[in-house]
């Protein structure tokens, strides 16, 4: 019992009263200075500037507590308070018991027109008691351990109810307080926004500090004007669309990390003002014009204004976005387009190449080999092929019959590379190339074409592309050394590649240095991305310089006429004829001439002519060897016969030789009647 | 030259047996192909130049596979050629496999079948792993007798088949041998036989083949050392035997023995005229080769140029004389 006045209440009276149950307090009257300014409004109720937590804090911080006693009970687990009845005629409508240590709601006796009831700082752990106080209007349990909300139903006209920094796990128990202005359950364990949707009449939702991972299921709140969602784990928002008085939304230190788990924003018409810093989005690059872009009826972005200047900005970086996206998709259209017609000249060419390989295994009689497909049939090469590729494009083949047949090409232009992909590509060194883009073309890239094929086209490609310096060749069935002969009418080549792939050739030892060596006027620089060094070049000298000499030199001189042709027999037959003279000493007319002739003339022999082109030389060569065979067999009879009749002269003469003598000796054994005869023959004869 | 036995053979069969026909057909054929060329520097000088290559044997040089093996000289000539072609290739140690020999072959020869090829490599590797890599100096030997023989070896596969098969195909033989023939039979079907056919047997029918038939055999005399060695022998065993014996190669006379097959100085004194040519290369380093130097003398170091080539090769930036010191170090 502590009569008398009190200068401040709250410290005496804490070191006055029990902190337990056994408390009593007897309120005294106030003085007129420690007159509260507290003002509660009954009609409506608006409260200066933004109701934010902290602001009600500062306000009932600052405040100092009723008077009040709290008087031993009756019952003896809950204090009773009763007012001084002076008190309860100034102050009747309030009553504050912040910082009393309370570990209970106290049974609050005849203060039924209590309007404000404030517990803050406490240690209540259930909100209990106060159904009587029906026309409570606000109620503050700011800073106690309440575990749930419960206790309120009888509250009808509660406007405003504080509950931050509490205990609570679950928004509950709100059905009957329709008249709810602001609800304040900031620093709890709310891990699910729900029970809310019937507050039509709520203003300010505070729900910051909580355990929300995501915000939906806010239907309802039809007067919902600020939302504060500050620091929680929010990874989507949804429903914000369906709060039709939005203004302020606060999501800063959440958990979003795009603009899709927010999109309902962009749909809010309400909306004026956001916060999401500390979030991952706003880390992004992308964030601010985003946000301008898709909300444009924004006037403040974290907590700072939105200019004109800005929204111009962001809407001129979204275009570009746009633009690059549509590039891009026109980009990625055009590679799967030519993925898919790579695709299929390669399985025009496995197709080919299985064909040929079926013709060839059967021309071969050799038992030895086991033909490569079980089902191997004379025309039938289609039975073969859905098997093996039936499982890779299963998903193309669909694709691949949409295309039509010209898509069994691909020609590419890709700056300095021309690649071509099937040999329909090859007609395209047909078409007119304007100077600047055949200028600028320095490699060319067959893939999926017959090298033989290649090769009839390798004039074209001197002359249509003459700064073309490196060939590469994949699945080009490079398969004989002799075939890089036909490479050697090219004007240059300072790289080679011959990939691995579909060219047998590169099993091969010594093929390099074939190369090296029959293209050596060439000075190649690199050979499948190899540098070529000055061993190298030694040793395809070395290896097959025998092979030049004796393909020059030893020539009979008809042959290697008809080999070189008529516009090089005269320079060949000349530098020849020089080197012949000069052997051993580094000539240097030689040289120049060499030079001059573009090529080491001692490998001009080494030709390549594809197997068509020689199967018909073949032909033709039968023909005139069938008609020099008739013509030796004249001669070869002629012959014979004279010879036949020169040995029978040779066996007859002798007998004839004794004839003819024996003759003349019986005619002229009587020279008078000789000598007649003659005479009668001369006379006869006129 | 006017002996009676020659004068006694028929004109025909002469000439046939001579093979004269066959280049006095090819000389005209030549003479046809180009005859505006031919026309200018006179018919006369070309057959000159014909028959003079001919006897050098550089007529063969790249014409078609008909050609070349129309006659032995030519075989023979179109081996010695092959030989004097890459002999380098062996020189340097490379072992190369079937199929890239067959592309040597064919810079020679644009359609040189691969059967022959083929049969060439079974004989080195005794119809084994047919991939694996040959020796210069086994595959040539091999195809030696497998080229000029063709058609002997055709045969005596033929016979060697027939009597692993139990069938005897002389029908005219000595008592004594059928006897031998009865026992061959039940000697086949036991587990555990020995491989091939027996030796004398097989001597035999190959005595008959070559008196009987026309073409070129190897001398019986050398078929039958062989044979006399072994009891037994497979076809590849016998195929291989022949191929490695000196005799062959001598009564061939295309290639030369196989301890002087790399030796060729002619050519290696042409080799290094044209190494010296090498662009970019120093002419001081190779001193003009003279005339008559020993065989054996080895080719000038330039740089470092016998690396074996199986190693990948690094890329050597380094002038030539640095690159001796790292050749010994690699080594």
């Given amino acids: 019992m502590i009569p008398g006045k009190y200068r401040s209440v709250s410290g005496r009276a804490a070191n006055n009263v029990n902190c337990g149950l056994h408390l009593v307090i007897q309120p005294s009257s106030l003085p007129e200075k420690n007159k509260v300014e507290f003002k509660l409004n009954r009609d409506t109720p608006s409260f200066p500037g933004r109701l934010l937590q902290h602001d009600l804090e500062r306000n009932y911080s600052s405040r100092q507590g009723d008077h009040i006693n709290l008087v031993n009970s009756s019952m003896p687990s809950f204090p009773i308070l009763q007012h001084s009845s002076e008190e309860k005629s100034l102050y009747s409508d309030r009553l504050t018991l912040e910082r009393q240590k309370l570990t209970v709601c106290p049974i609050i006796d005849g203060e039924e027109h209590l309007r404000l009831l404030n517990f803050q700082h406490n240690f209540i752990t259930r909100i209990q008691n106060i159904s009587n106080l029906q026309r409570l209007i606000f109620l503050d349990l700011y800073d106690n351990q309440i575990e749930e909300i419960s206790g309120l139903s009888t509250l009808r006209s509660l406007r405003v109810l504080l509950l931050g920094k509490n205990r609570i796990k679950k928004i509950s128990n709100l059905e009957n307080l329709i008249n709810l202005d602001v609800l304040d359950l900031h620093g709890n364990q709310i891990t699910k926004i729900e029970n809310v949707n019937h507050l039509c009449d709520l203003r300010v939702l505070n729900l910051a500090r909580n355990l929300l991972s995501h915000v939906d299921n806010l239907t309802g709140l039809d007067s919902l004007t600020e939302l504060n969602l500050r620091h929680n784990q929010i990874a989507f928002v949804r429903d914000v669309d369906h709060l039709p008085s939005l203004q302020r939304l606060f999501l800063s230190f959440n958990n979003i990390s795009s603009f899709d788990s927010v999109s309902c924003l962009a749909d809010s018409t309400s909306l004026s003002d956001i916060t999401f810093d500390g979030n991952p989005i706003a880390q992004e690059s992308w964030y601010k014009h985003t946000v301008l872009q898709n909300m444009t009826q924004l006037r403040q972005l974290d907590m700072r204004r939105i200019t004109e200047e800005e929204r111009r900005m962001a809407s001129v970086v979204a275009k570009k976005e746009e633009e690059k996206k549509r590039e891009s998709q026109k980009q990625s259209l055009l590679k799967e387009k030519k993925r898919l017609t790579i695709n299929n000249v390669a399985r025009h060419w496995d197709l080919q190449q299985r064909v040929a390989n079926n013709a060839t295994n059967q021309d071969r009689k050799d038992s030895a080999s086991p033909p490569q497909d079980p089902c191997q049939t004379e025309g039938s090469t289609i039975s073969p092929f859905p098997e093996d590729t039936g499982a890779v494009d299963s998903g193309l083949t669909s694709a691949l019959q949409s295309l039509s047949v010209i898509d069994t090409h691909l020609v590419e232009v890709d700056g300095d590379t021309l690649s071509l992909y099937g040999s329909g590509a090859l007609e395209s060194l047909d078409r007119n190339w304007s100077v600047q883009t055949a200028g600028m073309i320095t490699t060319v890239s067959f893939t999926f074409i017959e090298f033989d094929e290649i090769v009839q086209v390798l004039p074209k490609l001197k002359i249509k592309l003459p700064n073309s310096l490196h060939l590469k060749f994949k699945e080009t069935n490079l398969a004989m050394l002799q075939q890089f002969n036909a490479l050697a009418q090219l004007r240059r080549i300072d790289q080679l590649t011959v990939d691995p792939q579909g060219n047998p050739v590169v099993n091969f030892t010594l093929w390099k240095y074939y190369v090296l060596f029959r293209l050596s006027h060439f000075s190649m620089q690199k050979i499948n991305g190899t540098e070529v060094t000055q061993n190298d070049m030694i040793m395809a000298e070395r290896l097959f310089g025998i092979l030049a000499h004796v393909a020059s030199s030893e020539l009979p001189q008809y042959h290697l006429i008809s080999i070189l042709g008529d516009a090089r027999k005269k320079q060949f037959r000349y530098l020849l004829e020089t080197k012949g003279k000069k052997p051993g000493i580094v000539n240097e007319e030689n040289n120049d001439s060499k030079r001059l002739v573009g090529e080491n003339t001692n490998r001009a022999t080494l030709n390549y002519t594809t197997r068509e082109f020689y199967n018909e030389k073949l032909e033709d060569i039968k023909e005139k060897k069938k008609f020099c065979k008739m013509y030796i067999e004249d001669l070869v009879k002629e012959a014979t016969e004279i010879n036949m009749k020169n040995e029978a002269l040779q066996k007859l003469w002798p007998q004839m030789f004794i004839e003819l003598v024996r003759d003349a000796v019986i005619e002229t054994r009587n020279k008078n009647s000789y000598m007649k005869l003659c005479l009668q023959q001369i006379t006869d004869q006129k | ?331």
């Avoid at chain 2, 044997?57 to 890459?86: D, K, V």
């Avoid at chain 2, 040597?104 to 590797?125: G, H, M, N, S, Y």
Wanted: aromatic letters at 10%; one cysteine or more.
């Fill in chain 2, 1 to 331: 030259m006017l002996s009676p036995e020659r004068l006694a053979q028929p004109d025909y069969e002469y000439l046939a047996q001579r093979h004269v026909l066959t280049y006095m057909e090819d000389a005209v054929y030549q003479l046809l192909e180009n005859r505006e060329d031919i026309s200018q520097y006179g018919i006369a000088r070309f057959f000159m130049d014909y028959f003079n290559s001919v006897c050098q044997g550089t007529h063969i040089l790249f014409r078609e596979f008909s050609f070349i093996q129309a006659t032995p000289h030519n075989r023979a000539s179109f081996l010695r050629a092959f030989w004097r072609c890459f002999r380098t290739v062996g020189k340097n140690g490379d072992l190369l496999t079937m199929r890239e020999y067959h592309c040597l072959l064919q810079l020679l020869c644009p359609d040189f079948p691969l059967e022959l090829t083929q049969k060439a490599a079974r004989i080195v590797l005794m119809d084994d792993a047919m991939d694996c890599l040959m020796s210069f100096s086994d595959f040539l030997f091999a195809f030696q007798i497998q080229f000029y023989y063709s058609e002997f070896l055709d045969s005596v596969a033929a016979i060697y088949q027939d009597l692993l098969s139990g069938k005897n195909p002389n029908t005219v033989i000595v008592p004594t041998s059928s006897s031998g023939q009865y026992r061959q039979r039940p000697a086949l079907g036991e587990a555990g036989v020995p491989e091939g056919v027996e030796a004398s047997l097989f001597y035999q029918c190959l005595e008959n083949l070559c008196d009987r038939h026309k073409y070129s055999c190897p001398p019986l005399a050398l078929v039958k050392e062989i044979l006399n060695g072994v009891q037994r022998l497979t076809f590849y065993g016998f195929l291989g035997t022949l191929s490695k014996h000196p005799g062959i190669n001598q009564a061939l006379g295309a290639l030369p023995d196989k301890a002087d097959l790399m030796q060729d100085p002619a050519m290696d004194e042409e080799l290094e005229r044209l190494l010296a040519q090498v662009p970019g290369l120093v002419p001081a380093v190779t001193a003009t080769p003279e005339l008559g130097c020993p065989p054996s003398r080895t080719p000038p170091r330039v740089g470092s140029p016998w690396r074996p080539l199986h190693h990948p090769r690094k890329v050597d930036t380094e002038s030539d004389g640095s690159t001796e010191e790292t050749d010994e170090s690699e080594t």
